[in-house]
């Protein structure tokens, strides 16, 4: 068993900021990518920003220059930490990871149960 647990999330006025963390725990060998993705009422789930093992980013178009994903990985805990924010930023955020489980439990890839953030003055 493989559980993502997302925290952070809130209410913040226009260029606030928020951190959100993402824990991983259960039969974790290691973690490959892991990534943080949103979704507005009425609107597809996104990408936000990944993050591979070694540290590699990448970041979605519409919040580049404004969130810092990253992750420590003695912890299996991904952040995203969150500045300027915008109203259009309102969703719920999850984060999805890439698991290799222990023994021959071969490789999970699952989501959280997601993070409301709303961006409101």
């Known amino acids: 068993q493989v559980q993502l647990v997302e925290s952070g999330g809130g209410r913040v006025q226009p260029g606030g900021s928020l951190r959100l963390s993402c824990a991983a725990s259960?039969?974790?060998?290691?973690?490959?990518?892991m990534g943080w993705y949103r979704q507005a009422p009425g609107k597809q789930r996104e990408l936000v920003a990944a993050i591979t093992t070694g540290g590699s980013t990448a970041y979605a178009d519409s919040v580049k220059g404004r969130f810092t994903i990253s992750r420590d990985n003695a912890k299996n805990t991904m952040y995203l930490q969150m500045n300027s924010l915008k109203p259009e930023d309102t969703a719920v955020y999850y984060c999805?990871?890439?698991?290799?489980?222990?023994?021959?439990?071969?490789?999970?890839?699952?989501w959280g149960q997601g993070t409301q953030v709303t961006v409101s003055s």
């Open positions: 259960g039969s974790i060998f290691s973690i490959n990518g």
């Open positions: 999805n990871a890439e698991v290799v489980r222990v023994g021959a439990g071969g490789l999970w890839s699952g």
